[in-house]
C-alpha cells in the first residue's frame, strides 16, 4: 500500500490554506505531497517548494510544465490539490482533467456559475474523481449529527438555523488573504456568501439530508466602498417544507470562525458549534439534553472511523481537514466515500452564491433555487 | 416612606406570571400586594387572595367592585399591576385609568393595534403612569449594555442579532399557558412574535438606542392546525441603516427561554444572553474579549443601582423584574425612571407585531414599521 | 394563614447580608420583617428600620429592649434572624431562646467551638426551633444532586471534590464586610475556613449524605500580615471510607463566589456549580453526560417544591435562600423540613473550623472529626 | 532541508500513543518516518510497519537489529521515538544511546527513579538530545500562559492548583491501554501518578515557572484490588513559599481527560483547560476578566510560532504534540529548544512519583522533594 502522490496547484509563500492542504493531506500517511505549481512566478514556486521540503526539480511555475514532466515520470503525481484564488479554480482544474489527473479542490469551486457548470461537465466527460473540501462537514461530530438527523432521532425536519459569523473584515481588509477575497476579479460576484456562506449553506444540507428549494436573500457590503458582500443574511426552504436561516458574517466584530448549526425536529434538537467541535448536544421532546463527546462510546460509523484520539483529547480543524482527504483517498483507491462532497456540491454551491447574489441585488423576494 | 399599594388583575390559580409578578414587585420593600382581581370567578380570586396572604376582603371578583371598594379605603391601591392573557389587558387598564389609578402591565399592552391606539389615547388623557413590563430590559447588564452602546464602545452599530429560541410548544399545546396563547381570540393575531417576539424587539431597541424603520417579516404555523404563528423571522433595519435579524421561535425542541442578543459596531461586539445573565462579552477590534460581571468594578450607574448582591452571587429573573417595579415606584414617587418601558414601547411593540404579522401574510417583502 | 413575624438582630447600614435575609425571608410571603435590633447604636438601628420600611418604634438598639418590647404586643415577632458578625451570634441566640423566640442565623453558627456546645445546649433545652442559612443547599439542583445520590444514581461514593475559590481578600481587606472577617475578636479562629470552608464542608455532606470521620487539613495566611486564614485545602475521609478534598480560598484573584462540587461514585458522576446553578451534570458509566435543567421535567419533588419559574428563566442566590426560609417558616408552623440545616449542621461546622485550624497550626496529619 | 529519519520503538498493533507520535512528528514535515521496532513479535511488528506504510524491511523485531541495520544505511534513521509501556523506556533508550541515537520518549521517563538516574547518567555521558513528551507543554497557549506569568502578569505567584480527571478506570480495566498501567511490574510504583500526575506536575512547573520543593501525597487505590494508585492528591509548596494542590484520578466517572491548571498570584489569577485548550481566561486585581484565544493578535511568540490557523479554527492535542517533534527538530538540527522537556524534567518527575508513592504509603505527611 504506497502512499498517494499529492501535487498542489497554489499554496505559494503566504498562503495560509495551502500548508493547511498539505498537513491535512499527509496526517493519515495515506497521500504524499510530492510536486507542485506553487506559484507562476519561478521563484516563489521554489521557495514555496523547499517549504514544503520536496524535489526541488518538482516545484513547477505553470501549469502545462507540471503535469507534462510529472506525465514522464514513474512516480508522477496520482491527483492534484486546488488551493488558489476562487478565479483560477476553473483554469486549474481544466489542465489537471485534461491531463487525467483526478482534482480536489478548494472551495467554492469556482468563481462564477458559468465557470461551475463548464467544471461539472469537463468532470461529466473526464469521469475522473473530483472533491470539495467543504471542511466542516469532514468533523467527526458533524457526520454523527448527520447520521442521527438520518436515523431520525428528530423525527421530521421542521427547522434549521445555520450561522457563520466572523468578525476580521470588519475594518479594512488588508493583506494577502483579505484582499483577493474581496476582488470581485478574484473571488467571484460573492463576497461573504461565497467564502463562507457556501460553507453555511453545505453544511445545513449535509446535515439536516435535505436540500434548500427556495432562498430570500439579503446582502449587504457593510464597510463602505467594498465592492462585495461582506454581511449575509438567506431565509431558506427545504425540500420538505422546513424553514431555514443562514446568517454569514465578516464584519461581526470579535467573531472567530463561529460557523454553527442549529437543527429542530418534531422530536428532538441537535446543535454543533465548530469552535468548540467536539462536543454535540441533543435535546429530546422529553424534556433531556445530552451532551455527545467525540471519541465517545455511543458514536455510530462515521464519527469512529475519523477519530483519531480518545475522548477528551481534542481534535480540530486540520484533522477534520484531514477526513476529506481520507475520503478522497479511499475514492482514488476505488472505494466508496459517500460523504465526500463532490461536484454536485459544488454545482449546488455556486448556484446558491449566483442565485442569492442576484436575488438580493434585485430585491426579488423568496426564488426557486433551481441547479 | 411608606409602602405603595399595589392591586393585581388577573394572576387566579395557575398563573405563571402572577406570582412573578408578586415577587418582583415587593423585593425591595417598595411595594406592597393589598388587594386583588385575580378572577371573574369569585371562588377563585378568593382562593388566589389566600394563597396570596391578603386580607380576604380585598380579593375582588370584578373590576367595577375592585375600583369601587378600594376608592373608598383609607389605604387605598396606590396602583395596578395587569397579569391578565393579552385580551383583558385595554379592558382592565381601561378601567384602571378611568378610575385614575396608574397601570403597569405585562406586555404586550394590548391583543391588537386598535387596542394598543385606545390605549396611547387613554393613557395621553390620563395623564397617570402607565408602565409595560418588559422583563429583560430590566436586567443589569442589559442596562450596562445600553449604556456602554450610548457611550460608544462599539462606535457606530453596523448589525444587531436578536434571537429568542424557546421549545415549549413544539408539541401539543395543553396546559393553561399555553392554551391561552395560541387561541387568537385572548392572545391577538400574533402568537409566537406577540408573546415572545415583542420581547425580543423591544430588547434590540432598548440596547442598541435606534429605532427599527423597515422590516421584512416571515411568520409560521410550525404545528400542524396551529392558528397562530409559532417561528418568526423577520429582519430589520435600523434608523441608522444597520441591519439586524430578529428570531423568535417556540417549536424549538429543548430552547428553554434562551433570549440573547449581539450587536456588532465599527469598533466592537457585544453579546448577552438570558439564561446566563451575569456576564457580557465585549470584543474589541484590537482582537480583544473581555468577560463583563454582573457586580463587578467596572459597571455604570444604571447597573449598579439594580445589583443587589455581590459578583459571583446569580441574580436572575425575579430580580430583573423587580428592577422594573423599582423603577414603576420611582415613578409614582415623581422620580425619573428613563428605563422603564412605558406607553411609547406598548405601541412599537404592538405596531411590530401587526406589521410583521400582515407583512407576512401577504409576503410583502420590506414594509415601513410606521408607528 | 397570617404571615410569620420576623425581626432581625444585625443587618445594620451597610450589611451586606442583612438585606439578602429582608429579601428571602419575604420572598414567598410567608413572612414578614416587622422589628429588629439593627445595631447596638440606636442613630444607627433608627436608621436601617427606616430602609426596611418597618415602624419606627420597632427598631430597637439592645435586644433586651427587643425582646421586652416586643414580648408585650399582640402582634410580637415570631422568631428573629441573626445576621451579625460571628461575634454576636451566641449572645442574640442566648437572648432570644431565653424569650422563648425562635432562631434563624447566619453561618457560622459561633465564633467559636466552645460557643456553639453552649449554643447547642441551650436550644436542646429551650426545645426552640433553631436553623443555620447554609445558603447553597437552598438551590433546587443541589437537592436535586442530593435527592439522586440518595437514590442510588451513582451508585457508592468514592469521591469528593469541593471548591470554593473567592479573590476578593487578595489585596488589603477594607471595608466593613472584610475588615470584621479577618479579626479574630469578631470572627473566631477560623478566617476563610471560618467564612466559607464551613459552606463547602456543609455541601459535602448534604449532597453526599456521608459524614466527613477525618481531615488533613493545610490552612494559610497568605496576604502577609492577615491574622487569620485565607486560603485552606482540607483533605477529607467519609464514613464510608470515601476520599474528598476541600479546598478555599480568598486570595485567588479572578474568583468571584465559585462554589462547586463533583461527586464520583461506583456508577456515576455528578457536578454543579454556583455560578451556573440552574444546571447539573450528570454523567454515566456507560460514557453518557446529561444535563440536568432547573425546572425541568425530570426533577423530583425537592427540587420541584423550591422553584418559582419555569426552565431557562435563571433563578439565583436570593431564591436559594428563600427556599431556607420557607424550610424554616414550615418548622415554624409545625410541618417537617428536613433539608433545612439546624444545630447538628451549626455543632459539625463549627468543630469542622476548629479541628481544622489547630491541626493545620500543629501539622498534626489526619485526625478525626469528632463532634 | 531534508526530513529527519525517525525509528519507533514501540508502537505496535492497538497501540494508542504510536499512531500519535507518527502523526505529530510528521505534521510539520520536518521529521518523517521511516522505520521501527514495533513489535518484539515480527508478525506483529511488520504489520505495524504495513500500517504506517514504511519500507518492509525496516520493520524490525529486536533492538539490536534495528540499530545495527539502521547503521549501515546511507539513509539512517536520525532518532527513536520510544512509545513503549514504561518498563521498556531504560532498555530501549539505552540501546539508542549505546548506538549514538538521540531519543525522544513517551512520559515518564522510565518505570523506576533508579531506572532515571540510570538513564540520566546515560544522556550525560551520551551527550546526544533527549526529550520527553509531556505533550500538555506544547499547547500555544500553555507556552503563552507561562510566558506571561514570567512577565510578571500574576505579580509573585501565591498558589497554583493543578487537576486532572480521569474516569476511564472507574471500571474494571480491561485491554491493552488500562491492563499495563495498573500492572506495577511494566508502569513500575505508580500508577495514576506516573500516568498522568506527571504531566499535571510537569506543568505545574512549566507554566509557574517554579520548582515544587515539599509535597504532601495521599494516593490510593479507589477500585478494590488495584495493584496501584487510581486516584491522588498532592499537596505542594513551590521554592518561593506559593501553596500547590495538584489533584490526579482515573476513577472520577465521566472525566475525559481533564488537565486543568489556575495559577493565582498577587496581582492577577490565570485559567487553562485542555479540553478547551484554544482560550485561556487572566484575571487581574482590578476586576477585568479577558479571554486570550488561540491565534490572537495579543500573543507573544512562543504561542504565535507554535500555531498552524488562525483564531477560531481549533488545534487539539495532536497539534500540541507536534511542537514538541517541531522542537526536538529543532534540537538535533543544533537549534535551541528552552521550552521542550528533557532529562532534567525526567528525573524531576520519577522523583515526585516515587516520593509521592513512598511518602502516602507511609503516611509520611510534608516530605521534602529533592532531585
Known amino acids: 500500500m504506497r502512499r498517494l502522490r499529492m501535487g498542489m496547484i497554489g499554496g505559494g509563500p503566504g498562503s495560509f490554506i495551502g500548508p493547511v492542504h498539505r498537513i491535512a493531506a499527509e496526517m493519515d500517511r495515506e497521500i504524499e505531497l510530492v510536486a507542485g505549481c506553487f506559484s507562476s512566478a519561478a521563484g516563489r514556486s521554489r521557495e514555496a517548494g523547499e517549504s514544503y521540503r520536496i524535489d526541488p526539480a518538482r516545484a513547477y511555475a505553470d501549469l502545462d510544465t507540471l503535469f507534462a514532466r510529472e506525465r514522464d515520470r514513474s512516480d508522477a503525481i496520482d491527483f492534484v490539490a486546488i488551493v488558489t484564488p476562487n478565479h483560477h479554480h476553473l483554469p486549474a482544474a481544466r489542465a489537471a482533467l485534461a491531463a487525467g489527473v483526478p482534482v480536489i479542490s478548494d472551495k467554492p469551486a469556482t468563481a462564477t456559475l458559468a465557470e461551475a457548470h463548464e467544471l461539472a461537465a ?86 439536516s439530508g435535505l436540500q434548500v428549494t427556495e432562498i430570500l436573500a439579503d446582502l449587504a457590503a457593510v464597510v463602505p466602498g467594498r465592492p462585495v458582500d461582506d454581511d449575509c443574511t438567506v431565509l431558506l426552504r427545504f425540500e420538505n417544507g422546513a424553514r431555514g436561516v443562514l446568517l454569514a458574517s465578516q464584519i461581526e466584530v470579535g467573531e472567530m470562525n463561529g460557523l454553527r448549526i442549529r437543527l429542530y425536529g418534531e422530536k428532538g434538537g441537535l446543535i454543533w458549534k465548530q469552535e468548540t467541535p467536539n462536543t454535540l448536544m441533543l435535546h429530546t421532546l422529553d424534556g433531556r439534553t445530552e451532551i455527545i463527546h467525540a471519541g465517545g462510546a455511543q458514536l455510530g460509523p462515521d464519527a469512529v472511523s475519523r477519530t483519531r484520539t480518545p475522548t477528551g483529547h481534542p481534535e480540530g480543524y486540520l484533522e477534520a481537514f484531514a477526513n476529506l482527504y481520507r475520503d478522497f483517498a479511499a475514492v482514488l483507491r476505488g472505494e466508496p466515500a459517500p460523504l465526500l462532497p463532490g461536484i454536485a456540491d459544488a454545482l449546488r454551491g455556486m448556484t446558491f452564491v449566483d442565485t442569492a447574489v442576484t436575488a438580493s441585488r434585485t430585491r426579488a423576494g423568496w426564488v426557486p433555487l433551481t441547479v
Open 122 to 207: 469537463l468532470v461529466a466527460s473526464s469521469a475522473l474523481p473530483y472533491a470539495l473540501t467543504h471542511t466542516y462537514s469532514g468533523y467527526p461530530l458533524v457526520r454523527e449529527a448527520r447520521a442521527r438527523v438520518a436515523a431520525g432521532a428528530l423525527g421530521t425536519i421542521r427547522k434549521v438555523v445555520v450561522e457563520y459569523p466572523q468578525g476580521w473584515l470588519a475594518g479594512a481588509a488588508t493583506g494577502k488573504q483579505a484582499e483577493w477575497r474581496i476582488d470581485p476579479a478574484r473571488s467571484g460576484p460573492g463576497g461573504c456568501i461565497g467564502d463562507i456562506g457556501t460553507h453555511a449553506f453545505q453544511l445545513a444540507e449535509f446535515v
